[in-house]
């Protein structure tokens, strides 16, 4: 059996994969954010039977000795752990530094003392920036154009710095935009739906004209895996996307055709980038990860987001989320 720690476990990609790695067979170590609550995030939603089987630990990947710890005994590391929150990187820039550079640096040299067979390094489309070649694939040129992305930029600089320096079996994985249940609220789809459940008319949001391509989270995590046993993208970095786009308005007339119709959309300066932060265009090109495992998506938009949908409307989840707030 094989011993995995996913970190971020407690999130919501981390949360999925650790749920789908338990069913499948593995031993799963889940380093989830110490906090005074004891609570393991997303992961206490998972029913009873596979939460029973989740060895949980509770820690902060900017400190060595944690991960250290974590890391004691396992063959494979999805490290998803990070600041995600594009917004938030211009308000706290030195915390995305610490948590997504020193973060990852320190599974990197961890690493190097251990057995670890794979290390799953995950990246963000964000580090494309707005597209100058379409489709975008993994030669496309980095553009920092926020504080996160800046960050992991840099992470997976020194990722693939300890592949050629030492050695080490990574892989840099880089999802698109990925949606589904358990996604948080500052997110454009749980966004979108949370207000319009609610009775909201009005339904506020940032960019209208952006575009993004949505990857189903069911179909990012089974990229993660394959990648995880593929051992000719060790040393590369891959992209999960689904090769459509779609505007964050066609999207947000989508969600409220399925909601409530008579609902319209606004923007609100108050969720807008500033103008050369905004990323106005991302659609990936998947065709490496086709090439080397054979992945393709398997759920398309309407069925991803009807799924979305039907996990919002049981009330449990749904008041999980603050409505009437953004939230950064």
Same mark, same amino acid.
């Given at each position: 059996?094989?011993?995995?720690?996913?970190?971020?476990?407690?999130?919501?990609?981390?949360?999925?994969?650790?749920?789908?790695?338990?069913?499948?067979?593995?031993?799963?170590?889940?380093?989830?954010?110490?906090?005074?609550?004891?609570?393991?995030?997303?992961?206490?939603?998972?029913?009873t039977?596979?939460?029973?089987?989740?060895?949980?630990?509770?820690?902060?990947?900017?400190?060595?000795?944690?991960?250290?710890?974590?890391?004691?005994?396992?063959?494979?590391?999805?490290?998803?752990?990070?600041?995600?929150?594009?917004?938030?990187?211009?308000?706290?820039?030195?915390?995305?530094?610490?948590?997504?550079?020193?973060?990852?640096?320190?599974?990197l040299?961890?690493?190097r003392?251990?057995?670890?067979?794979r290390?799953?390094?995950?990246?963000?489309?964000?580090?494309y920036?707005?597209?100058?070649?379409?489709?975008?694939?993994?030669?496309?040129?980095?553009?920092?154009?926020?504080?996160?992305?800046?960050?992991?930029?840099?992470a997976?600089?020194?990722?693939?710095s300890?592949?050629?320096?030492?050695?080490?079996?990574?892989?840099?994985?880089?999802?698109f935009?990925?949606?589904?249940?358990?996604?948080?609220?500052?997110?454009?789809?749980?966004?979108?739906?949370?207000? @319009?459940?609610? #009775?909201? &008319?009005?339904?506020?949001?940032g960019?209208? =004209? /952006?575009?993004?391509?949505?990857? !189903?989270?069911? $179909?990012?995590?089974?990229?993660?895996?394959?990648?995880?046993?593929?051992?000719?993208?060790?040393?590369?970095?891959?992209?999960?996307?689904?090769?459509?786009?779609?505007?964050?308005?066609?999207?947000?007339?989508?969600?409220?055709?399925?909601?409530?119709?008579?609902?319209?959309?606004?923007?609100e300066?108050?969720r807008?980038?500033?103008?050369?932060?905004?990323?106005?265009?991302?659609?990936?090109?998947?065709?490496?990860?086709?090439?080397?495992?054979?992945?393709?998506?398997?759920?398309? @938009?309407?069925l #991803?987001? &009807?799924?979305?949908i039907?996990?919002?409307k =049981? /009330?449990?989840?749904?008041?999980? !989320?603050?409505? $009437?707030?953004?939230?950064?």
């Amino acid at each position: 059996m094989k011993r995995v720690l996913v970190t971020g476990a407690d999130g919501f990609i981390g949360s999925h994969l650790t749920e789908s790695l338990v069913r499948k067979g593995f031993h799963v170590r889940a380093l989830c954010q110490y906090n005074s609550f004891s609570s393991p995030g997303w992961i206490d939603t998972i029913e009873t039977k596979i939460l029973s089987q989740i060895e949980i630990v509770f820690g902060d990947i900017r400190d060595r000795q944690v991960v250290k710890n974590a890391m004691h005994n396992i063959d494979i590391v999805y490290h998803l752990a990070a600041l995600i929150a594009i917004p938030f990187s211009f308000i706290a820039v030195e915390s995305y530094v610490d948590t997504n550079i020193k973060g990852t640096l320190n599974i990197l040299e961890v690493a190097r003392d251990s057995n670890i067979s794979r290390i799953l390094v995950t990246s963000t489309s964000e580090v494309y920036g707005t597209a100058k070649l379409i489709p975008i694939d993994e030669t496309h040129p980095r553009q920092p154009q926020s504080p996160y992305s800046a960050t992991k930029i840099a992470a997976d600089a020194i990722a693939e710095s300890y592949h050629r320096s030492f050695g080490l079996p990574m892989t840099i994985v880089r999802p698109f935009n990925t949606y589904g249940p358990r996604q948080s609220a500052r997110a454009i789809i749980p966004a979108i739906i949370t207000q @319009l459940l609610n #009775g909201v &008319k009005e339904i506020k949001l940032g960019n209208l =004209k /952006p575009t993004r391509d949505l990857v !189903y989270v069911e $179909d990012t995590i089974e990229g993660f895996q394959r990648i995880a046993i593929t051992d000719s993208l060790i040393g590369e970095d891959v992209n999960i996307a689904t090769e459509r786009e779609i505007s964050i308005e066609e999207l947000a007339k989508e969600l409220v055709q399925q909601i409530n119709p008579s609902a319209i959309v606004i923007s609100e300066d108050l969720r807008l980038r500033p103008e050369t932060s905004e990323v106005y265009r991302l659609l990936g090109s998947a065709q490496k990860l086709l090439l080397h495992t054979g992945w393709k998506p398997e759920i398309d @938009l309407n069925l #991803g987001l &009807k799924k979305t949908i039907d996990w919002f409307k =049981k /009330p449990y989840n749904l008041t999980k !989320y603050k409505h $009437d707030k953004y939230t950064i």
